[in-house]
């Protein structure tokens, strides 16, 4: 009997863990998937497992009985299956909240699914000290049997921590994990019951399994958020994907679902967001700066491909580069947005990353891996801006997608400060009607009047699309002061978390929220 106990001890590990990740999912898609709500989950979870080891303790003292740890495991396994179904229509009273910006609304329904965790993840945490009590026979051999039985615990949270992220959640999504880590951990406490206690003690709670997979049978098929205009929904290793359409227009939306990471429509190519400030960029360089002299782009943060589209048109069929570190992303491109251009190169993988080991050299390289209201903080060092430095041709040029508030620059100016140490020339616009600014850098030392020079021999060409010649004087309407900023970013420190925590929360706090859902940030 005792190889069975490691073996629930391992299996309770295992469950607890794929909770933790699995809630991290289960709110990510209303939330986001900021520090700050991995912090809410992490640490709430890690006070309910304190209360259950301090429960348990208390509990397999006074009755030391494996019928009575086997009923708190199924019971435990029972409320952690039913949690995301009893969740799910608070989550979508959430996501409506959170398209209309309802800030108390937002923080009840965060609060609430939090605390339909703790049962579950308290009972859960009452498994290992229940063990240890259980398998003492003798009391010299208590420090060894506590640190075996912590040690499959761990093992079990160690294939718990990969399990929910790598394999169930893309594959069968965050409510369907949730019951397959539950009715396994039913199935272990029925089968300890039958060990232990007969047949007719583990035929008692056999109800519980049936009876969750009945109800996530019916209650995983609704959508998790019912916005108007969604035709696609989908989950995947690294995010809650949605299309909605309206209009004839198309919006790619991620997690919490407050950014519009691309956009597509039929006829149209002019969206007046960010995506198109990024085709001013060679644009810099000394006048006259042909359009054939733009040879090759990459686009770090690809999404569904709206940069690249609006590219090909201006510039023809220039390779193109898109690193997307989410496949799903990809392939949702390709079937919803039109994303296949012959010329452009999707490639899974971090933006980073790929880009420091690709064998091209580009005229334009795009940074736009922003999620609102966060952009990866690898993304904004000095080693980055290195890599992208050296990536670029001589004539080349970096643009970045930052986001910011109306009374704070903080991390604009922190980047550009940052991009002043690699680059010899950088210049600052704010995208019209959004929260967003788009940085240039130019690798060869220029001058504001290369722009206003390219732009009137522009007007000249009569083959230029359009799209070009309005990116050239959105730039030149919108231009902002250069900050004066000292700051360097590196790998060793960065805090663009912080930075960001403290923008959103005094916004939340002392903003107008109606502003905000106005001019929300587009990555």
Do not use: C
């Amino acid at each position: 009997m005792k190889k069975y106990l490691y073996f629930t001890v391992f299996s309770a590990g295992m469950t607890t863990l794929a909770l933790e990740f699995s809630a991290s999912r289960l709110l990510g898609g209303v939330f986001g998937t900021s520090n700050l709500v991995w912090a809410s989950i992490i640490g709430l979870i890690l006070i309910y497992l304190a209360a259950g080891y301090f429960l348990g303790g208390r509990w397999a003292d006074r009755q030391p009985q494996f019928s009575v740890m086997f009923a708190i495991l199924a019971w435990g396994a029972f409320l952690s299956g039913v949690t995301p179904l009893i969740a799910r229509p608070v989550l979508r009273l959430a996501a409506d909240a959170f398209d209309q910006l309802q800030v108390g609304l937002l923080l009840g329904s965060f609060t609430s699914v939090l605390i339909l965790l703790s049962v579950p993840v308290t009972l859960l945490g009452t498994i290992s000290p229940f063990a240890i009590r259980l398998a003492i026979q003798d009391p010299h051999q208590a420090g060894e049997i506590s640190g075996r039985i912590y040690a499959v615990s761990a093992l079990g949270s160690f294939i718990g921590t990969f399990l929910p992220v790598l394999v169930f959640i893309p594959q069968v999504g965050t409510t369907w994990t949730f019951v397959i880590f539950s009715v396994y951990l039913l199935l272990v406490a029925v089968v300890g019951h039958w060990l232990t206690s007969g047949w007719r003690r583990a035929a008692a709670y056999l109800w519980m399994p049936i009876l969750l997979i009945v109800v996530a049978v019916f209650g995983a098929r609704s959508p998790l958020k019912s916005s108007r205009g969604q035709i696609y929904e989908t989950e995947s290793a690294y995010n809650y994907i949605q299309v909605l359409e309206e209009d004839g227009y198309r919006i790619l939306r991620l997690n919490e679902g407050q950014g519009q990471h691309s956009m597509w429509h039929p006829t149209e190519l002019d969206f007046h967001g960010p995506w198109e400030q990024f085709l001013a960029a060679p644009f810099f360089n000394a006048a006259p700066h042909p359009r054939k002299a733009v040879k090759s782009m990459a686009i770090v943060g690809l999404a569904a491909g709206t940069v690249a589209r609006q590219a090909s048109a201006v510039y023809g069929p220039i390779p193109i580069d898109g690193f997307e570190i989410d496949p799903r992303i990809i392939a949702v491109g390709r079937q919803y947005f039109d994303m296949n251009e012959p010329n452009l190169n999707a490639i899974a993988a971090d933006g980073r990353w790929g880009l420091a080991h690709s064998q091209r050299r580009y005229s334009i390289i795009a940074v736009d891996a922003y999620q609102p209201p966060y952009i990866p903080w690898h993304m904004t060092t000095r080693e980055f801006f290195l890599i992208v430095f050296d990536q670029l041709t001589d004539d080349g040029v970096m643009v970045i997608n930052v986001g910011r508030s109306p009374t704070d620059r903080r991390l604009v100016n922190g980047l550009a400060g940052t991009i002043r140490s690699v680059f010899p020339s950088i210049y600052v616009m704010d995208v019209p009607g959004s929260f967003n600014s788009i940085i240039y850098a130019t690798k060869k030392p220029t001058r504001i009047e290369n722009l206003y020079a390219n732009l009137l021999e522009l007007y000249r060409q009569p083959d230029v699309h359009p799209l070009l010649i309005q990116s050239l004087e959105r730039v030149v309407v919108n231009l902002q002061p250069m900050p004066d900023s000292q700051t360097v970013y590196t790998d060793d420190w960065a805090p663009i978390e912080w930075i960001t925590n403290e923008l959103v929360l005094s916004y939340v706090l002392f903003g107008d929220m109606e502003a905000l859902q106005e001019e929300g940030a587009q990555p």
